[in-house]
């Protein structure tokens, strides 16, 4: 018999075994894919190292998934972006500001946007962001008279981070919420030195220490008798009995495993409901060296943020290659449509792509972050990591009511549920 069992082998599924498997619990984990890693598994191709989309750690030494590595006695090298540009509609280039200095120097804002800015941070910071939870950014921005090139930079960023480019759906509370923790620790974004292969490669190693992980076994039911958690059925009949059960996939697939009968009506629809991100994904890999770019790179309309990742993960490309990766985040009902729409917008900044790809990886994805964080879906109307219904079953993953953006839900929901089954050791 497991300790626990933990179904689904993205990172927080591997992060939350490796926690648990530290201390000295006996965990098994199950994939159904012949790869882990999830939505941020590797895929080599012709020396290049390839993400399912674009990846980042917000907040760099400061992020959740650091802190859980730290947990682990392991130092992740994250190396920091550069400087971040912005190309506006007219193909002026402007630094993206992404350094307290930076607000003062760039040309991409006026002198009077300039002089509203810091009372603008101020007020944000003193501010309660429950209050505007339910309040679309649009309306936020309008109420302040946000106009010109400062509201252009605060709805990139939001579409950025938020993976959503409607600022009518977008949560202003917790976009203040994202305010308020950069001016705490700064707006600082990183990505792993060694890449994301050696981070997975860990938690892996930290669970079959004493444990054990089953890539290609699809769980068929999550059992569940007397109101408790029992272990998992496998595809094969194979029952595999655990103290505890673990789910780390979509909470919106969730039901595919676990009978209905056991969750109350309104909780099944909460989950079933909650929309997820998307956008489509193109990593251009490039047969040499275009640019010496470190940071960001914003277009508009559509929006489109790339940046040349293996100038600062050099693992990610083959020496004097170079890889250049481009998200255009929101809903499409033509894919062929947005990829050309973001080839345009890159070629117009940088032509000699065109010339120098060696080849396209072209991903359309309709599940990039767990949730969409909009004024309907904030934290506070999200499942929890804790079942109430059903004894000892628990949840992680990035669409639930942890706190955070983007991946950093799934993270902190790892921290969170940790804290709870370890609350000796859990920071």
Same mark, same amino acid.
């Given at each position: 018999?497991?300790?626990?069992?933990?179904?689904?082998?993205?990172?927080?599924?591997?992060?939350?075994?490796?926690?648990?498997?530290?201390?000295?619990?006996?965990?098994?984990?199950?994939?159904?894919?012949?790869?882990?890693?999830?939505?941020?598994?590797?895929?080599?191709?012709?020396?290049?190292?390839?993400?399912?989309?674009?990846?980042?750690?917000?907040?760099?030494?400061?992020?959740?998934?650091?802190?859980?590595?730290?947990?682990?006695?392991?130092?992740?090298?994250?190396?920091?972006?550069?400087?971040?540009?912005?190309?506006?509609?007219?193909?002026?280039?402007?630094?993206?500001?992404?350094?307290?200095?930076?607000?003062?120097?760039?040309?991409?804002?006026?002198?009077?946007?300039?002089?509203?800015?810091?009372?603008?941070?101020?007020?944000?910071?003193?501010?309660?962001?429950?209050?505007?939870?339910?309040?679309?950014?649009?309306?936020?921005?309008?109420?302040?008279?946000?106009?010109?090139?400062?509201?252009?930079?605060?709805?990139?960023?939001?579409?950025?981070?938020?993976?959503?480019?409607?600022?009518?759906?977008?949560?202003?509370?917790?976009?203040?919420?994202?305010?308020?923790?950069?001016?705490?620790?700064?707006? +600082?974004? =990183?990505?792993?030195?060694?890449?994301? #292969? @050696?981070?997975? $490669?860990?938690? *892996?190693?930290?669970?079959?220490?004493? /444990?054990?992980?089953?890539?290609?076994?699809?769980?068929?039911?999550?059992?569940?008798?007397?109101?408790?958690?029992?272990?998992?059925?496998?595809?094969?009949?194979?029952?595999?009995?655990?103290?505890?059960?673990?789910?780390?996939?979509?909470?919106?697939?969730?039901? +595919?495993? =676990?009978?209905?009968?056991?969750?109350? #009506? @309104?909780?099944? $629809?909460?989950? *079933?409901?909650?929309?997820?991100?998307? /956008?489509?994904?193109?990593?251009?890999?490039?047969?040499?060296?275009?640019?010496?770019?470190?940071?960001?790179?914003?277009?508009?309309?559509?929006?489109?943020?790339?940046?040349?990742?293996?100038?600062?993960?050099?693992?990610?490309?083959?020496?004097?290659?170079?890889?250049?990766? =481009?998200?255009?985040?929101?809903?499409?009902?033509?894919?062929?449509?947005?990829? *050309?729409?973001?080839?345009?917008?890159?070629?117009?900044?940088?032509?000699?792509?065109?010339?120098?790809?060696?080849?396209?990886?072209?991903?359309?994805?309709?599940?990039?972050?767990?949730?969409?964080?909009?004024?309907?879906?904030?934290?506070?109307?999200?499942?929890?990591?804790?079942?109430?219904?059903?004894?000892?079953?628990?949840?992680?993953?990035?669409?639930?009511?942890?706190?955070?953006?983007?991946?950093?839900?799934?993270?902190?929901?790892?921290?969170?549920?940790?804290?709870?089954?370890?609350?000796?050791?859990?920071?």
């Amino acid at each position: 018999m497991y300790d626990f069992a933990v179904v689904g082998g993205g990172i927080n599924g591997l992060a939350i075994g490796a926690l648990l498997a530290n201390r000295g619990k006996k965990v098994i984990l199950f994939e159904r894919d012949r790869e882990l890693g999830g939505r941020v598994k590797v895929t080599k191709r012709d020396g290049f190292e390839l993400n399912y989309g674009l990846h980042a750690l917000r907040f760099a030494e400061n992020s959740p998934l650091v802190s859980i590595c730290n947990l682990l006695g392991k130092g992740v090298e994250a190396a920091p972006l550069g400087d971040s540009y912005y190309y506006s509609r007219e193909g002026r280039k402007y630094i993206f500001p992404t350094r307290q200095r930076q607000f003062l120097t760039t040309k991409m804002f006026s002198s009077y946007e300039k002089s509203k800015l810091v009372p603008l941070l101020k007020k944000i910071g003193k501010s309660n962001p429950e209050e505007y939870l339910e309040i679309p950014l649009s309306a936020w921005l309008m109420e302040r008279w946000m106009k010109g090139n400062l509201r252009k930079y605060l709805e990139l960023a939001a579409s950025s981070v938020m993976v959503n480019p409607d600022m009518d759906t977008i949560s202003a509370g917790e976009f203040i919420y994202y305010i308020k923790e950069v001016l705490e620790v700064g707006m +600082n974004i =990183a990505v792993p030195w060694n890449g994301w #292969g @050696e981070i997975l $490669g860990f938690f *892996k190693g930290k669970i079959e220490e004493g /444990g054990e992980i089953l890539t290609g076994t699809e769980v068929k039911r999550i059992e569940i008798d007397g109101g408790e958690a029992k272990g998992a059925v496998l595809e094969d009949g194979r029952f595999v009995e655990a103290g505890n059960v673990i789910y780390a996939a979509p909470i919106q697939e969730l039901f +595919n495993l =676990a009978d209905e009968k056991y969750f109350d #009506g @309104e909780y099944v $629809g909460m989950c *079933k409901n909650l929309r997820p991100t998307s /956008g489509v994904n193109i990593d251009f890999c490039l047969r040499e060296r275009i640019s010496d770019e470190r940071g960001l790179i914003y277009f508009e309309e559509p929006v489109v943020i790339g940046i040349f990742v293996s100038n600062i993960a050099e693992c990610t490309a083959p020496e004097g290659r170079q890889l250049l990766t =481009a998200f255009s985040p929101g809903d499409f009902n033509d894919a062929g449509k947005r990829v *050309k729409e973001i080839r345009e917008k890159v070629l117009s900044a940088y032509p000699e792509v065109e010339d120098k790809t060696e080849f396209e990886e072209v991903l359309p994805l309709k599940l990039v972050d767990g949730v969409e964080v909009n004024i309907d879906q904030h934290r506070k109307k999200r499942p929890g990591v804790r079942c109430l219904s059903v004894k000892n079953l628990y949840f992680v993953g990035d669409s639930l009511s942890s706190k955070g953006l983007g991946g950093d839900i799934g993270y902190n929901s790892v921290i969170e549920l940790y804290g709870l089954l370890e609350p000796s050791t859990a920071p």
